[in-house]
């Protein structure tokens, strides 16, 4: 079973610090900076564990999460939207652990244009 302690030492403070270096660059330039975490499954129910993968994006959306709320930046949380679906729906839109079918990633496609228009970021999508 893999645990936090078993990434490797200073990955998340590297990524933090480079989404902090983005964020500063970006807005500097009057850019808007959209941060969006990286939807997981983990299939429990058939005994499978976290992967060093999964922790760590676990790890980099927390990140996300915080820089996000400290400089009021838009945030698509696809991590929490699709750990709210139930398991059966999660294993029809999963390759794997992080990978998505086309039918996913057209469900995340969707879930960040509306967080981006409900944000004022974009027009209303032609449907």
């Not at 490797?8 to 983005?22: C, H, K, L, M, Y």
């Amino acid at each position: 079973f893999k645990t936090l302690d078993d990434l490797p030492e200073g990955s998340a403070d590297t990524f933090e610090r480079n989404v902090r270096t983005i964020a500063r660059d970006v807005t500097a330039k009057g850019g808007a900076l959209v941060l969006v975490t990286q939807p997981t499954f983990v299939r429990a129910s058939r005994g499978e564990e976290p992967t060093l993968g999964t922790l760590g994006a676990g790890q980099h959306n927390a990140i996300l999460r915080t820089i996000a709320q400290e400089n009021g930046f838009c945030l698509v949380d696809l991590e929490s939207e699709f750990a709210a679906l139930d398991e059966k729906t999660r294993e029809l839109l999963f390759t794997d652990v992080v990978h998505l079918i086309p039918k996913g990633q057209q469900r995340e496609a969707e879930r960040i244009a509306d967080r981006l228009q409900r944000a004022g970021l974009v027009g209303a999508r032609d449907e």
